[in-house]
């Protein structure tokens, strides 16, 4: 009867989960009784030939080095981090600056062939249109000279319908520059030569431009920004500009 | 120099297992040491090779996503065995398995021997570890994986009451089962070899 007691704690005992004092006195129980000193006996026999038994699969190497791969600390490289998020601040910071550069140059290009047509307004209602009256190109040139920070050439206009009326110093953007009247028939035509540098954030490239109604060309050369405002035909324009152009 | 990294190391350690975070690589390092004795249990549980290696494999991709929730401190080991062991449960060869348990695992059972057998009908073939393997892949799957997780893997009750999410005192009784049922078996092997 006592024996039965003890063997039902024997498992417990021989796992190590047995608290001390029950184990110390199991301990001496055995060490007196051959019956459960014997039983306790078969039943280590049986784990030690479990453990051995159950230490019986081994995984294959390259199964393990695919598990360690799949579950390894990945370094945290930035870009994988910070590529998309960077990426994605690119894009909103173009889409949110393009369009307003855009606008601006729009802005700026509008607001300074306003100025431009209201200056040739301006030479149209003055009775005193040009400071230098002359059909000579090489009278007109030289009369700029130390009024305005660079020079320009004039075209050769025999042989076309254009004629020299003369010109006058004009003011942009508080910078100097040249404004020249050519007649064509009953119509006159400005023609502004400015420093590109004082016109800030315009374009800069040949453009075919309306501004109230007047019909605008303008392209750069040698650093210097030339507009021709007229209200004569666009074929008439074109051909003075590349007169203009020609002539350098 | 060691002494600077073992400091460092304790010091990371403890801010991280206060502030219940861990540190980058950790999953790694409490996980890998496992993997060999993991695969064994799951190929006494799923008793197929293939088998045991996707249970493994998921068990890791499991442990590796819900790692954030192993508090720091606790029984990792028990941990993954347990995600290992859900997982093996819920899976085809699990669900049929514990579909076809016949034995009541915590009730008595007149089927299993009692200690009529004389102990040295066991110590003549201890060493045979043949017959102890084929017993015990016959036995059910409740009573294969505590013996497997007391004998081979060595866990304590606690650990293993962890692991199979049952109280202590059920652990005990089905480990006594376990082992009879066992017993059992290397008898009737013993003595039908002896017949043969």
């Given amino acids: 009867m006592i024996c039965e007691t003890w063997t039902e704690k024997l498992d417990a005992y021989l796992d190590g989960e047995l608290a001390t004092s029950e ?26 030939a479990l453990q051995a038994a159950g230490q019986r699969f081994v995984p294959d190497p390259a199964f393990r080095a695919r598990i360690q791969k799949s579950i390894a600390a990945k370094p945290r490289h930035w870009s994988r981090f910070w590529f998309p998020a960077l990426a994605t601040a690119a894009v909103l910071l173009i889409a949110a600056v393009f369009p307003l550069t855009i606008n601006r140059e729009r802005r700026g290009d509008q607001q300074l062939l306003s100025e431009l047509a209201d200056l040739h307004v301006a ?47 004009s003011y942009l953007n508080q910078s100097p520059g040249a404004e020249l009247i050519f007649r064509v028939r009953q ?40 507009f021709m405002i007229s209200d004569v035909s666009p074929g008439d324009l074109d051909r003075l500009s590349e007169m203009m152009k020609a002539a350098g | ?16 297992v206060s502030e219940g975070t861990l540190p980058p690589g950790t999953f790694e390092q409490l996980a890998m040491p496992h993997f060999e004795r993991l695969y064994n249990f799951a190929c006494w549980l799923t008793q197929d090779r293939q088998e045991a290696e996707d249970l493994v494999q998921e068990t890791y991709v499991k442990a590796l996503k819900g790692f954030s929730s192993f508090q720091p401190g606790t029984n990792f080991r028990a941990w993954i065995y347990k995600i290992l062991r859900n997982t093996f449960l819920t899976s085809r060869t699990g669900l049929k398995a514990t579909a076809t348990v016949q ?25 045979d570890w043949q017959l102890m393997q084929q017993a015990l892949e016959q036995l059910p799957v409740a009573f294969r994986e505590v013996l497997v997780l007391c004998e081979v893997e060595e866990m304590s009750y606690q650990e293993i009451a ?15 089962r376990a082992r009879r049922a066992l017993r059992a078996g290397v008898i009737k092997m013993q003595s039908v070899g002896a017949q043969g």
């Fill in chain 1, 23 to 48: 184990a110390r006195a199991l301990g001496e129980h055995l060490r007196g009784c051959a019956g459960c000193a014997a039983e306790s006996l078969s039943r280590v026999q049986q784990k030690r």
């Fill in chain 1, 123 to 169: 030479t149209l209602a003055s009775s005193n249109p040009v400071d230098v009256v002359s059909t000579d190109r090489h009278t007109v040139k030289p009369w700029f000279a130390g009024k305005i920070p660079f020079t320009f050439n004039l075209p050769e206009l025999q042989d076309s319908p254009f004629t020299l009326v003369g010109g006058k110093v």
């Fill in chain 1, 187 to 226: 119509h006159q035509i400005s023609v502004f030569i400015f420093q590109e540098q004082a016109l800030g954030n315009t374009r800069s490239e040949d453009a075919v431009q309306t501004a109230l109604s007047f019909n605008v060309r303008s392209w750069s050369h040698n650093g210097l920004r030339y």
């Fill in chain 2, 1 to 16: 120099m060691f002494r600077g990294n073992k400091t460092r190391s304790l010091w990371f350690t403890l801010v991280s």
């Fill in chain 2, 103 to 127: 034995l009541d695992l915590e009730g008595e059972d007149e089927a299993l021997p009692t200690m009529k057998e004389t102990p040295e009908s066991i110590l003549v073939q201890r060493s």
């Fill in chain 2, 162 to 176: 962890a692991t199979l999410a049952i109280p202590m005192g059920t652990v005990m009784s089905r480990l006594s």
